[in-house]
């Protein structure tokens, strides 16, 4: 279905338009309408599917520019916060719409400020919360409620928090809930708070004849970085998500990978904001050639051009590891996930290959060469300065 069929503002249009869009994916050509009808709605759709324009789309096309703040959207991760504001930012520019993105780890009177003059807001749990304890938020006009990633909010302990925004809510609101999996908790929530809800179910993105799933077994444990290097250096690769059970495993790896002059770098939850961004940027910008990551970057992030998935630490459950090999095989393009184990995974890679619809073959280990796993380095400190004192007097009183 291509876009010019749905009854949609123009200058959205054109902004479809003038972004290359054509063509609906099935999770928005599904979800459009029934957003437009006005029904609360369901959505279960991978990372990649384009439900982010499947809700911002009608959203924008039903609010009003200068009538208060109409949409709040919660979403697990601030990465996610920020991709999921610039996308509401891009598309309703043209109509005037000014879009506050809400988190923790920055400064909050930025927030306060902007939040006085938009029409919709894109926050994670907690520093939205703080806001309403601040009474810096004004929720009287809302119309729309979306919880974007519910399964991981939930995932992340976040159902209090949820539970509580939603209580402060209006209750004549559409609410609308995207999620990759549908779960007991999910339905819990879902009764409580949507009004006979369309449900809509997408297959996933990932095209398994276009994806290669393999592991290699290796004996010791040592080797595990080694044949890591060996394959990032042979294979041929775009970008490469490295992925790692630890913040940091997650450190340690990209540092031992840049001494071996891989551009690696690492992201997870205990990062600096600023840290998070300038990584995603510059592997977005393919001034990085590998990001070494722990499970927040299998989730909701938009990173086009992935080639290669490495579970360097096996995941806990199939549904992690197919949220992780999310990542590759997308639009057409080939892809290839390469799990590395050693003893310590066997329990976790079980319960992976549990799953039937896997299919994981084992591969010869490579002949590589043997090199060194720093896990201690050296900090750099700053020199010190001696103070110069003009007055020997206040010195020693």
């Known amino acids: ?36 009808k006005g029904k609360d709605l369901v959505g279960q759709a991978e990372t990649g599917s384009g439900k982010t324009l499947a809700f911002c789309l009608p959203i924008l096309d039903k609010i009003q520019k200068g009538e208060g703040l109409q949409v709040v959207v919660l979403t697990p991760t601030r990465e996610l ?7 509401f930012s891009d598309f309703g520019k043209n109509l005037g719409i000014r879009v506050t993105s809400v988190y923790g780890g920055v400064s909050i009177e930025p927030q306060i400020k902007n939040l ?28 729309f409620l979306v919880l974007d990633e519910t399964d991981r909010m939930l995932d992340m302990g976040f159902i209090d928090d949820v539970e509580k925004i939603i209580s ?31 449900i809509i179910k997408t297959q996933s993105q990932v095209d398994s004849n276009k994806l290669e ?47 071996h002059n891989i551009n690696a770098s690492a992201i997870h939850g205990g990062m600096s904001q600023n840290k998070r961004t300038r990584s995603l940027d510059s592997l977005r910008n393919q001034k990085t050639e590998v ?75 490579p002949k590589f060469k043997k090199v060194s796993f720093l896990r201690r380095f050296k900090q750099h400190k700053k020199p010190f300065r001696k103070k110069h004192r003009k007055n020997n007097y206040h010195r020693n009183r």
């Open 116 to 143: 006085k003059k938009s029409e919709i807001v894109v926050a994670t749990p907690g520093r939205f919360l703080d806001h309403i304890g601040r009474r810096t938020i004004d929720l009287r006009q809302v119309r």
């Open 213 to 259: 799933q393999v592991y290699y077994d290796i004996y010791e444990k040592d080797n595990k970085f080694s044949i890591l290097l060996h394959l990032l250096q042979n294979e041929k690769s775009g970008l490469s998500i490295v992925f790692c059970a630890t913040r940091r495993e997650a450190d340690i790896v990209a540092k031992n990978l840049r001494l």
């Open 291 to 365: 990001l070494v990551a722990t499970d927040v970057a299998a989730r909701g992030l938009d990173i086009q051009n992935v080639t290669h998935v490495y579970h360097y630490d096996v995941p806990k459950t199939d549904t992690d590891y197919i949220h992780r090999i999310g990542r590759t095989a997308r639009a057409g393009e080939d892809g290839k996930a390469v799990t590395l184990l050693t003893s310590p995974d066997h329990d976790n890679f079980r319960r992976v290959q549990s799953n039937e619809e896997l299919e994981i073959e084992e591969a010869d280990v």
């Open 1 to 36: 279905m291509n876009f010019k069929n749905i009854d949609i503002n123009l200058k959205l249009q054109e902004k479809l338009k003038e972004c290359g869009f054509a063509e609906l994916t099935t999770i928005q050509e599904e979800c459009i309408p029934e957003i437009l």
């Open 168 to 198: 402060f809510m209006p209750k004549n609101r559409q609410t609308l809930m995207f999620s990759a999996t549908i779960e007991h908790s999910l339905h819990r929530l879902i009764k409580r708070h949507l009004r006979n809800p369309t």
């Open 81 to 87: 916060c920020q991709q999921v504001s610039q996308v």
